[in-house]
């Protein structure tokens, strides 16, 4: 029995095979869907806040994204934006979701607005927090460069080691008395399972990415960028220019919040989330929380 599997599962926990491979999704709520999808050694886990605030008023729909949590390993060890897309797609397939509210944290954010550019008539409106996808030097984050170096299977050792990926987890909150023993636990055991570690190398080492930041400008949808000004891994100079490149966009910056809105403020992030949906949001602007 896989013991990491009883204990990250519970009722809503559901699996369908999608391009060959065993994704897990949580499907709970009722009302308008909304997608929510994590980022890089995470899991749906992250936005276990957010559903319990949003689920009375949306149907909230999250994944382990390809290569993290319990979903794991793709069949053909294919990590690529268009094999995450596929999956993405798929989902909402399966799910009947025509339209909905997509909304993405750091490698989240960047599948989700790659999926805005590829599916416009899928998207109601888009959310993107902390947002990867800038693919200068300056914007991949640590981890991503330590896996990138001549060593890297030893890297990814070491970040299999509690210690090191506790270091990381304390690099991505801004505030560290939120920090849990059981958060570490959450974020170490779902990647070091069997099979994550070896897809992450993969991912980060020998799969291309296109930078698409170029297309920014053609996504049409509302947007609403929510960025913690403490990111220590993503510079929050990318909040900005996510919000010069995208017509419909607005900005909301939190102080002493760090890479994970979401999981620091998730009562303060899931208002602000209601007022976008409900209604304004869509001019172009910049405030501080």
Request: charged share 25%; hydrophobic share 40%; with cysteine.
């Amino acid at each position: 029995m896989d013991e990491v599997l009883v204990k990250y599962t519970n009722e809503h926990s559901r699996f369908v095979v999608l391009d060959g491979t065993m994704v897990h999704y949580r499907d709970e709520g009722t009302g308008y869907p909304m997608v929510l999808l994590h980022g890089a050694f995470s899991s749906l886990h992250t936005f276990d806040k957010w559903t319990e605030i949003l689920k009375n008023e949306f149907r909230i729909v999250r994944y382990d994204l390809l290569g993290f949590g319990l979903t794991g390993k793709h069949s053909s060890d294919d990590y690529s934006m268009e094999a995450q897309l596929k999956i993405l797609r798929g989902l909402l397939d399966v799910l009947r979701i025509d339209r909905c509210v997509l909304c993405g944290s750091s490698l989240g954010a960047w599948i989700a607005w790659e999926f805005a550019l590829k599916y416009p008539s899928r998207l109601r409106k888009l959310l993107l927090m902390d947002a990867a996808g800038f693919l200068d030097k300056d914007s991949i984050p640590l981890p991503f460069k330590m896996a990138r170096t001549p060593f890297a299977n030893k890297v990814v050792r070491m970040v299999v080691r509690r210690n090191l990926l506790e270091q990381f987890v304390r690099q991505v909150y801004s505030n560290e008395e939120k920090i849990t023993t059981e958060l570490i636990d959450r974020y170490f055991e779902l990647f070091s399972r069997e099979g994550n570690p070896d897809a992450f190398l993969i991912m980060v080492n020998k799969t291309t990415y296109k930078d698409n930041t170029h297309r920014l400008s053609n996504i049409r949808v509302p947007t609403l960028i929510l960025w913690g000004e403490d990111d220590k891994w993503i510079p929050l100079e990318n909040a900005h220019r996510f919000l010069n490149l995208i017509p419909k966009a607005r900005l909301v910056i939190y102080e002493s919040v760090g890479h994970l809105p979401m999981e620091e403020e998730p009562d303060d992030t899931a208002a602000e989330i209601r007022r976008f949906i409900h209604g304004g949001g869509e001019q172009s602007n910049l405030f501080y929380s």
